[in-house]
């Protein structure tokens, strides 16, 4: 009967240990944030962070209409690895708005001196003109007269 016990103790607590977030390779640390856009909050769309080096894997988030997010490896591991990141939005897949001609921005992740989750915030401008955004081809870019934009 005691060695039931301890048997039941063991995988119990095997079970938990192996329970909770999915850890990466790459000492992720856990990031959310919210995206602007001209200083306004801005979503939903599609949020990547390319890494600078080829060492670290991209990152991504789903922004919400309130223009914050939570970021996660391309694998599903929660936060992101240290290091620069450049930045890209792409409109959501299920919204008609117009995504504005952005400017090319970095952003630098770093572990909080706290060891908690990094709060970020993304403030990107516009440029002059809107990239007008097909849904119905996946995303591409719709013709805007003889320019294209």
Same mark, same amino acid.
């Given at each position: 009967m005691q060695s039931v016990r301890i048997l039941v103790v063991v995988l119990l607590?095997?079970?938990?240990? %192996?329970?909770g977030k999915k850890q990466g390779k790459h000492g992720e640390i856990p990031v959310e944030g919210t995206l602007y856009v001209d200083d306004k909050p801005y979503g939903p769309a599609l949020l990547s962070l390319t890494p600078t080096d080829t060492e670290? @894997? =991209? +990152? #991504? *988030? =789903?922004?919400?209409d309130d223009g914050t997010f939570t970021l996660r490896?391309?694998? %599903?591991? #929660? %936060?992101?690895? #240290? *290091?620069?990141?450049?930045?890209? +939005?792409? @409109?959501?897949?299920?919204?008609e708005t117009m995504l504005p001609n952005l400017e090319k921005k970095t952003v630098e992740i770093k572990k909080p001196s706290d060891g908690g989750t990094l709060k970020?915030?993304?403030r990107l401008k516009s440029r002059k003109g809107v990239i007008d955004v097909d849904p119905s081809t996946g995303g591409k870019q719709r013709p805007k007269g003889p320019t294209g934009i």
């Amino acid at each position: 009967m005691q060695s039931v016990r301890i048997l039941v103790v063991v995988l119990l607590a095997l079970l938990l240990a %192996g329970c909770g977030k999915k850890q990466g390779k790459h000492g992720e640390i856990p990031v959310e944030g919210t995206l602007y856009v001209d200083d306004k909050p801005y979503g939903p769309a599609l949020l990547s962070l390319t890494p600078t080096d080829t060492e670290r @894997p =991209s +990152v #991504e *988030g =789903s922004v919400k209409d309130d223009g914050t997010f939570t970021l996660r490896t391309q694998k %599903g591991t #929660e %936060g992101a690895p #240290e *290091g620069t990141y450049a930045v890209t +939005v792409n @409109p959501d897949a299920l919204s008609e708005t117009m995504l504005p001609n952005l400017e090319k921005k970095t952003v630098e992740i770093k572990k909080p001196s706290d060891g908690g989750t990094l709060k970020l915030e993304i403030r990107l401008k516009s440029r002059k003109g809107v990239i007008d955004v097909d849904p119905s081809t996946g995303g591409k870019q719709r013709p805007k007269g003889p320019t294209g934009i």
